[in-house]
């Protein structure tokens, strides 16, 4: 079992940035995939990037050269900088874990999840 406790959201105004924290329990975070999901009212959970194992990384195309995923394994976190902020980034932001080989963008593919942080940006 991972266990998974995300921090670092609320509210902001367009352009500005946010560092989100994903603290994970129970297996050392560079022996699992990492990732992070987004979903706002009314829509599906959105993939927005993954960590592998190796470290290699991959990201929406939506949030490509403004998010940066990274692994701080003394602290055995996950972190999710997000850079130029959109309205559009407005969204529940979770992080997800899976101890597998293959990490897809589809929800479905990851097996644990934290509760989430409320991401909101503002024009």
């Known amino acids: 079992q991972v266990q998974l406790v995300e921090s670092g959201g609320g509210l902001v105004q367009a352009g500005d940035s946010l560092r989100l924290s994903c603290a994970a329990s129970g297996r050392a975070i560079n022996h699992i995939g990492m990732a992070w999901f987004r979903q706002a009212p009314g829509q599906e959970r959105d993939f927005v990037a993954l960590?592998?194992?190796?470290?290699?990384?991959r990201y929406a195309d939506s949030v490509k050269g403004r998010f940066t995923i990274s692994r701080d394994s003394a602290e055995n976190t996950v972190i999710l900088q997000m850079n130029n902020l959109k309205p559009e980034d407005t969204a529940v932001y979770y992080c997800a874990a899976d101890d597998g080989i293959v990490f897809g963008t589809a929800p479905t593919t990851w097996r644990f999840w934290g509760q989430g942080t409320q991401v909101t940006v503002s024009s």
């Open positions: 960590i592998r194992r190796t470290g290699t990384t």
